[in-house]
């Protein structure tokens, strides 16, 4: 069974920074995608950040040029530095991968249970 669990949350004032990260265990044969998502107080939960196993890097218009997400392929981590964070960032943050646990079973999306970040003064 896979898990993820995120961390590096919390209270930051406007213009700070933070640096999440999620951590994928259990047994995985490939990760195909990982990924952040946020969901706001009354908002649908979005995406913010992609990374392929292969290819490019997606971000959400939003957070280009300030967002930037990363990924540790050998020990399963994923990463999101938030520099000039702003209120509107403030949500609970969900990592995201789509992974195939054993070889040439469908591959599946799996979440964490998220973490909270908060940007106010």
């Known amino acids: 069974q896979v898990q993820l669990v995120e961390s590096g949350g919390g209270l930051v004032q406007p213009g700070g920074s933070l640096r999440l990260s999620c951590v994928v265990s259990?047994?995985?044969?490939?990760?195909?995608?990982m990924g952040w998502y946020r969901q706001a107080p009354g908002k649908q939960r979005e995406s913010v950040a992609g990374?392929?196993?292969?290819?490019?890097?997606n971000y959400a218009d939003s957070v280009k040029g300030r967002f930037t997400i990363s990924r540790d392929n050998a020990n399963n981590r994923v990463y999101l530095q938030m520099n000039s964070l702003k209120a509107e960032d403030t949500a609970v943050y969900y990592c995201?991968?789509?992974?195939?646990?054993?070889?040439?079973?469908?591959?599946?999306?799996?979440w964490g249970k998220g973490t909270l970040v908060t940007v106010s003064s």
């Open positions: 995201n991968i789509n992974a195939e646990l054993k070889f040439g079973s469908p591959a599946t999306d799996y």
């Open positions: 990374i392929p196993r292969v290819g490019n890097t």
């Open positions: 259990g047994s995985v044969f490939t990760i195909y995608y």
